[in-house]
């Protein structure tokens, strides 16, 4: 197999919508017989950690992403086929470009698809759901943030989206469940008659990012054995070329996949890291385009259907492309449309002004210590912890509404006060690089001491805030072991920031940041 080197493109943005997505077969299916004398090129489109983001938003200060946006793209530029218009949008001037009788491109996604902004996670990713499946996605790796909003959702997500959702790694012991959820380890699909088997992975760390509770019955196995069995699986399944959707870090996957060139894939697809990552395995392209949909990749993958199998892949062409706007890709007017509902609906329901910053408060640590500040002034305690992943957002200028607090905290997180011992919280300061604290710094010396500038006794125990998912053990906290009996106060952890920020009364005159502390501006 010949591997083209990776081509960055910095193209332009915008979408529209179209015919219906070609549904995936299952693995055993028979696809559309192949052609028999010259080689077909094939087109992957691949994004990452779409987190909810149906609005285009800021990257290194351009206006990037935006599903309609993307859908505008793709369609322009790439030649894909949407999927249908969603129930209830207007379907006026909806994108219906040529060829998808026979569609040769393939809209992969690699996971986290749902929990972000207000106006996804309020809806408990419904609207991304119905926009994944216009933009027509036929496949996604199944990410740690699938079951954010609990395992029945994301049954009707699933079901909303039209996506196959593919981990060779999980394995559920409950066959029932293991029928509810409907997580492959691969699928095939048939474009212009080539059989493309897409095998799906999950993040190793899953179980320790995400609520562990959710994930009760369902284990995740080790990633290159797991893959070995799958991609096995699926060259048995007579398919012409593999690709591998994994939500893990393009690092972290080369040297796995460099260790197997008897397992001829074609490209490897990465994400979980949130930014733009390109490595090589041998010949093989393993890439993760940046998060947010602000960019995808393009893999043109041309196949020799006469060769034997495993040796059937001619070349394989992958390039980074930018979603920004562009006069040749219009957004989706559909899209654009559903789009606009939503955010009209989330504010009329979450839209209530609650402060005002004068600038943006950024970057994310900054938010995250004033989320920390805030509960511990809202709800008492010595210390609070905050997990710094959880902060998923900055605070933009302007009126700060509920909705702005929902899209910094996402994630449906509840606080739960602890009771440790001061040795016990010492060691779990120095040991969790992952934090936000309140109540607590490194004194002289380097010894941790409380706000009021007391040092931290070993012997004596002190009340401290974290949130649900870091005491069931998300991040690698050990609370659970250290305070067997915790207060589970139900209070969001979002509640506290808003009522601590509109007691503050900032305005125009008085802005959100100059009453922060110096570590939170």
Not at 410 to 428: H, Q, T, Y
Not at 432 to 450: E, T
Request: glycine content about 8%.
């Amino acid at each position: 197999m010949r591997a083209a080197p990776v081509l960055l493109a910095l193209l332009a943005a915008a979408c529209g919508p179209a015919p219906a997505p070609q549904p995936l077969p299952s693995p055993a299916a028979t696809a559309a017989a192949a052609p028999k004398s010259s080689p077909v090129t094939v087109t992957l489109l691949y994004t990452t950690d779409e987190h909810g983001w149906l609005e285009p938003s800021e990257l290194h200060g351009k206006t990037r992403g935006g599903v309609a946006e993307l859908l505008g793209r793709l369609v322009a530029d790439e030649g894909h086929c949407p999927g249908p218009i969603p129930e209830g949008v207007d379907p006026k001037d909806a994108l219906a470009p040529d060829g998808c009788a026979r569609p040769r491109t393939l809209l992969l996604s690699n996971g986290d698809n749902f929990t972000g902004p207000a106006i996804s996670t309020y809806f408990r990713g419904e609207p991304m759901a119905r926009a994944m499946a216009r933009l027509g996605y036929a496949a996604s790796a199944f990410g740690n943030h699938e079951f954010d909003f609990g395992r029945e959702q994301f049954q009707k997500l699933r079901d909303l989206s039209g996506v196959q959702y593919l981990a060779a790694n999980l394995r559920i012991a409950d066959p029932g469940l293991e029928k509810a959820l409907r997580v492959a380890p691969f699928t095939i699909a048939s474009r212009l008659g080539i059989r493309i088997a897409v095998v799906g992975l999950a993040p190793a760390d899953t179980l320790r990012s995400a609520m562990a509770s959710r994930f009760e019955g369902i284990t995740i196995e080790p990633t290159e054995p797991a893959l070995d069995r799958a991609v096995s699986a699926a060259w048995a399944e007579d398919a012409d070329t593999v690709v591998v959707a994994a939500h893990e870090c393009p690092d972290v996957l080369a040297p796995i996949v460099a260790r197997h060139p008897e397992w001829k894939l074609a490209f490897v697809g990465g994400g979980h890291c949130h930014k733009t990552m390109t490595e090589r395995a041998g010949d093989v392209p393993v890439i993760a385009p940046t998060w947010r949909m602000h960019q995808y990749a393009r893999v043109r993958i041309t196949v020799d259907p006469t060769q034997p199998p495993k040796s059937r892949v001619v070349s394989v062409e992958p390039a980074l492309v930018d979603v920004e706007a562009s006069p040749n890709a219009a957004p989706d007017p559909p899209l654009s449309r559903m789009v606009r509902h939503s955010k009209e609906e989330v504010e009329r329901a979450l839209g209530v002004a609650i402060g005002h910053a004068g600038r943006d408060i950024a970057p994310e640590e900054n938010v995250g210590q004033m989320v920390a500040d805030a509960w511990l002034a809202q709800m008492g305690g010595d210390v609070a912890i905050v997990n710094r992943g959880g902060i998923r957002q900055t605070i933009p200028a302007g009126a700060i509404t509920h909705g702005t607090i929902w899209g910094v905290l996402p994630f449906d997180n509840r606080i739960v006060k602890i009771s440790l011992s001061g040795s016990d919280l010492v060691k779990d300061l120095e040991a969790m690089p992952k934090i936000i604290v309140a109540g607590a710094k490194k004194g002289p010396g380097g010894k941790w001491v409380l706000a009021n500038g007391k040092p931290i006794d070993p012997g004596n125990r002190y009340a401290v805030l974290v949130t649900d998912f870091m005491y069931a053990g998300g991040d690698g906290a050990p609370f659970a072991a250290q305070d067997p009996k915790p207060v589970e106060t139900e209070v969001s952890w979002r509640d506290p920031v808003i009522a601590w920020i509109a007691k503050q009364q900032s305005s125009p005159s008085a802005p959100l940041e100059k009453k922060l502390a110096p570590r939170a501006r």
